[in-house]
Protein backbone atom coordinates (compact mmCIF):
# COMPACT_ATOMS: atom_id res chain seq x y z
CA UNK A 1 0.00 0.00 0.00
CA UNK A 2 0.91 3.81 -0.66
CA UNK A 3 1.87 5.61 2.41
CA UNK A 4 0.28 8.97 2.62
CA UNK A 5 2.49 11.11 4.83
CA UNK A 6 -0.37 13.32 5.98
CA UNK A 7 -4.38 13.08 6.79
CA UNK A 8 -5.48 16.17 4.24
CA UNK A 9 -4.43 14.04 1.26
CA UNK A 10 -8.29 13.17 -0.08
CA UNK A 11 -6.68 9.81 -1.62
CA UNK A 12 -8.05 6.27 -1.49
CA UNK A 13 -5.91 3.27 -2.12
CA UNK A 14 -7.47 0.01 -3.48
CA UNK A 15 -5.53 -3.30 -4.41
CA UNK A 16 -7.26 -4.33 -7.73
CA UNK A 17 -8.14 -2.59 -10.89
CA UNK A 18 -11.97 -3.63 -10.62
CA UNK A 19 -11.82 -1.54 -7.24
CA UNK A 20 -10.04 1.24 -9.27
CA UNK A 21 -12.82 1.77 -11.38
CA UNK A 22 -16.01 0.73 -9.47
CA UNK A 23 -14.67 3.12 -6.20
CA UNK A 24 -16.91 6.38 -5.44
CA UNK A 25 -15.49 9.28 -5.41
CA UNK A 26 -17.10 11.57 -2.54
CA UNK A 27 -16.33 14.17 0.22
CA UNK A 28 -13.17 15.37 0.05
CA UNK A 29 -11.73 12.48 -1.61
CA UNK A 30 -11.02 12.70 -5.41
CA UNK A 31 -8.02 10.88 -6.12
CA UNK A 32 -7.87 7.05 -6.10
CA UNK A 33 -4.59 4.32 -6.47
CA UNK A 34 -3.99 1.28 -7.04
CA UNK A 35 -0.70 0.75 -5.56
CA UNK A 36 1.57 -1.66 -7.21
CA UNK A 37 5.37 -2.11 -7.32
CA UNK A 38 6.12 -4.01 -11.03
CA UNK A 39 8.48 -5.82 -12.20
CA UNK A 40 10.81 -5.49 -15.34
CA UNK A 41 12.87 -3.22 -17.11
CA UNK A 42 10.59 -0.17 -18.30
CA UNK A 43 14.18 1.70 -19.38
CA UNK A 44 14.57 -0.59 -21.25
CA UNK A 45 11.43 0.09 -23.27
CA UNK A 46 12.33 4.09 -23.01
CA UNK A 47 15.64 3.14 -24.43
CA UNK A 48 14.82 1.66 -27.91
CA UNK A 49 12.46 3.96 -28.79
CA UNK A 50 13.69 6.14 -31.07
CA UNK A 51 12.30 10.49 -30.38
CA UNK A 52 11.39 12.53 -33.58
CA UNK A 53 10.01 15.02 -31.19
CA UNK A 54 9.53 15.97 -28.35
CA UNK A 55 6.39 13.21 -27.21
CA UNK A 56 6.26 9.73 -28.98
CA UNK A 57 3.10 7.33 -29.34
CA UNK A 58 3.79 4.06 -28.32
CA UNK A 59 1.37 1.71 -29.61
CA UNK A 60 0.78 -2.12 -29.40
CA UNK A 61 2.22 -2.35 -32.36
CA UNK A 62 5.02 -0.86 -32.01
CA UNK A 63 5.23 -2.09 -28.31
CA UNK A 64 5.69 -5.65 -30.00
CA UNK A 65 8.04 -4.73 -32.54
CA UNK A 66 10.78 -3.43 -29.75
CA UNK A 67 13.45 -6.07 -29.57
CA UNK A 68 14.07 -5.97 -25.63
CA UNK A 69 15.70 -8.09 -22.75
CA UNK A 70 13.86 -10.99 -20.65
CA UNK A 71 13.33 -8.09 -18.28
CA UNK A 72 11.80 -5.71 -20.79
CA UNK A 73 9.57 -8.53 -21.66
CA UNK A 74 8.18 -7.88 -18.20
CA UNK A 75 7.74 -4.70 -18.50
CA UNK A 76 5.96 -4.82 -22.17
CA UNK A 77 3.58 -7.71 -20.65
CA UNK A 78 2.91 -5.36 -17.62
CA UNK A 79 2.07 -2.27 -20.02
CA UNK A 80 0.00 -4.70 -22.83
CA UNK A 81 -2.38 -5.70 -19.98
CA UNK A 82 -2.42 -2.13 -18.42
CA UNK A 83 -3.70 -1.03 -22.18
CA UNK A 84 -6.13 -3.81 -22.15
CA UNK A 85 -8.08 -3.25 -19.12
CA UNK A 86 -8.32 0.30 -19.59
CA UNK A 87 -9.86 -0.22 -22.92
CA UNK A 88 -12.22 -3.04 -21.68
CA UNK A 89 -12.84 -0.33 -19.43
CA UNK A 90 -14.49 2.22 -22.43
CA UNK A 91 -10.83 4.45 -21.81
CA UNK A 92 -8.72 4.98 -24.68
CA UNK A 93 -5.33 5.30 -22.95
CA UNK A 94 -1.86 6.29 -25.00
CA UNK A 95 1.23 5.42 -24.11
CA UNK A 96 3.69 8.60 -23.89
CA UNK A 97 7.42 8.55 -24.48
CA UNK A 98 8.25 11.96 -22.94
CA UNK A 99 11.17 14.07 -23.63
CA UNK A 100 9.00 17.25 -22.54
CA UNK A 101 6.33 18.45 -22.59
CA UNK A 102 5.37 22.21 -25.27
CA UNK A 103 5.42 24.89 -22.80
CA UNK A 104 3.30 27.65 -22.31
CA UNK A 105 5.15 31.66 -22.89
CA UNK A 106 2.04 33.76 -24.86
CA UNK A 107 1.36 34.75 -21.28
CA UNK A 108 4.25 35.00 -19.39
CA UNK A 109 2.62 35.79 -15.64
CA UNK A 110 0.35 33.36 -16.16
CA UNK A 111 1.39 29.73 -18.53
CA UNK A 112 -1.34 27.29 -18.88
CA UNK A 113 0.89 23.90 -19.72
CA UNK A 114 0.74 20.90 -17.86
CA UNK A 115 3.62 22.07 -15.56
CA UNK A 116 1.42 24.19 -13.86
CA UNK A 117 -0.57 22.54 -11.01
CA UNK A 118 -4.12 22.42 -12.71
CA UNK A 119 -7.23 20.39 -12.61
CA UNK A 120 -9.14 18.46 -16.21
CA UNK A 121 -12.76 19.19 -17.71
CA UNK A 122 -14.59 17.39 -19.69
CA UNK A 123 -18.35 18.52 -21.19
CA UNK A 124 -19.81 14.90 -20.03
CA UNK A 125 -18.68 12.52 -17.10
CA UNK A 126 -15.38 11.06 -16.76
CA UNK A 127 -12.14 10.37 -15.24
CA UNK A 128 -8.35 10.74 -15.58
CA UNK A 129 -6.32 7.44 -15.26
CA UNK A 130 -2.58 7.39 -15.67
CA UNK A 131 0.65 5.62 -14.39
CA UNK A 132 3.91 6.85 -14.51
CA UNK A 133 6.45 3.93 -15.43
CA UNK A 134 9.57 5.32 -15.93
CA UNK A 135 11.09 8.96 -15.20
CA UNK A 136 9.91 11.29 -12.63
CA UNK A 137 5.88 10.90 -11.36
CA UNK A 138 3.10 13.11 -11.79
CA UNK A 139 2.33 15.44 -8.70
CA UNK A 140 -1.33 16.43 -6.61
CA UNK A 141 -1.77 18.82 -4.36
CA UNK A 142 -4.38 18.54 -2.14
CA UNK A 143 -7.33 20.94 -2.87
CA UNK A 144 -7.23 22.67 0.79
CA UNK A 145 -3.83 23.72 -0.23
CA UNK A 146 -4.84 25.10 -3.54
CA UNK A 147 -5.86 28.39 -4.52
CA UNK A 148 -7.24 29.24 -8.08
CA UNK A 149 -5.19 31.61 -8.90
CA UNK A 150 -8.37 33.27 -11.49
CA UNK A 151 -9.26 34.54 -7.70
CA UNK A 152 -5.55 35.63 -6.69
CA UNK A 153 -6.06 39.28 -6.92
CA UNK A 154 -2.86 40.46 -8.66
CA UNK A 155 -2.89 37.45 -10.99
CA UNK A 156 -7.29 38.29 -11.66
CA UNK A 157 -6.44 42.03 -12.26
CA UNK A 158 -3.88 41.27 -14.85
CA UNK A 159 -6.42 39.33 -16.25
CA UNK A 160 -8.74 41.89 -16.84
CA UNK A 161 -6.22 43.50 -18.61
CA UNK A 162 -6.04 41.31 -21.10
CA UNK A 163 -9.99 41.33 -21.77
CA UNK A 164 -11.43 43.69 -23.81
CA UNK A 165 -15.07 42.35 -23.73
CA UNK A 166 -18.26 43.54 -21.50
CA UNK A 167 -17.97 42.94 -17.63
CA UNK A 168 -20.13 39.78 -18.11
CA UNK A 169 -18.65 38.14 -20.12
CA UNK A 170 -15.06 38.11 -18.07
CA UNK A 171 -16.01 34.69 -16.43
CA UNK A 172 -16.77 32.97 -20.05
CA UNK A 173 -13.28 34.22 -21.15
CA UNK A 174 -11.68 32.85 -18.17
CA UNK A 175 -13.27 29.50 -18.87
CA UNK A 176 -12.83 29.23 -22.56
CA UNK A 177 -8.84 30.13 -22.22
CA UNK A 178 -9.15 27.31 -19.86
CA UNK A 179 -7.56 29.92 -17.03
CA UNK A 180 -9.92 28.91 -14.46
CA UNK A 181 -8.16 25.48 -14.24
CA UNK A 182 -5.07 26.20 -12.98
CA UNK A 183 -4.03 26.39 -9.42
CA UNK A 184 -1.09 27.63 -7.17
CA UNK A 185 -0.20 25.92 -4.23
CA UNK A 186 -0.88 28.26 -0.66
CA UNK A 187 1.80 29.03 1.84
CA UNK A 188 3.00 25.29 3.12
CA UNK A 189 1.79 23.05 0.46
CA UNK A 190 2.83 19.79 0.12
CA UNK A 191 2.70 18.25 -2.92
CA UNK A 192 2.40 14.72 -3.26
CA UNK A 193 4.36 12.19 -5.75
CA UNK A 194 2.24 9.91 -7.44
CA UNK A 195 4.94 7.51 -7.38
CA UNK A 196 6.33 4.84 -9.96
CA UNK A 197 4.25 1.82 -11.28
CA UNK A 198 0.76 3.15 -9.46
CA UNK A 199 -2.08 3.39 -11.34
CA UNK A 200 -4.70 6.24 -10.53
CA UNK A 201 -7.74 7.41 -11.23
CA UNK A 202 -8.32 11.29 -11.04
CA UNK A 203 -11.66 12.96 -10.45
CA UNK A 204 -12.17 16.12 -13.40
CA UNK A 205 -14.42 19.05 -13.68
CA UNK A 206 -18.03 17.63 -15.12
CA UNK A 207 -21.19 18.44 -15.39
CA UNK A 208 -21.92 15.84 -12.78
CA UNK A 209 -19.08 15.60 -10.67
CA UNK A 210 -19.54 15.69 -7.01
CA UNK A 211 -16.34 16.06 -5.80
CA UNK A 212 -13.99 18.84 -6.24
CA UNK A 213 -11.34 17.74 -9.46
CA UNK A 214 -7.88 16.79 -8.50
CA UNK A 215 -5.33 19.24 -8.74
CA UNK A 216 -2.34 17.89 -10.39
CA UNK A 217 0.88 18.66 -12.98
CA UNK A 218 3.59 17.35 -15.02
CA UNK A 219 6.99 16.79 -13.17
CA UNK A 220 10.58 18.99 -14.45
CA UNK A 221 11.95 15.97 -16.62
CA UNK A 222 15.37 15.36 -15.47
CA UNK A 223 18.28 16.53 -18.68
CA UNK A 224 18.70 13.14 -20.72
CA UNK A 225 15.75 10.97 -19.06
CA UNK A 226 12.90 10.10 -20.68
CA UNK A 227 9.51 9.63 -19.19
CA UNK A 228 7.19 6.51 -19.99
CA UNK A 229 3.45 7.97 -19.12
CA UNK A 230 0.06 6.33 -19.88
CA UNK A 231 -2.69 8.57 -19.67
CA UNK A 232 -6.51 8.42 -20.76
Known amino acids: MINLPYSEYPIHCVT ?13 MNAICWARTLSGDFADIVNKVELTENIGVLDEAGLRRLQ ?9 DILLRDLKLLEA ?26 YSF ?22 ILP ?4 EQKVFVPEIRAELKKLYHGAAEGFETFLSGHCFDLHYQPKAAARPFSLGLGN ?5 IDHPESQVPPCVHRAPKE ?9 IC
Open 16 to 28: NFQDLVSTHFHGA
Open 68 to 76: LSEQGQLAR
Open 89 to 114: HGAAPILNVIRSYERDDACPFFPTDV
Open 118 to 139: HADRSPVPTDTFLCTYYGEPSE
Open 143 to 146: NVQA
Open 199 to 203: LWRLA
Open 222 to 230: ITGQHRLLM
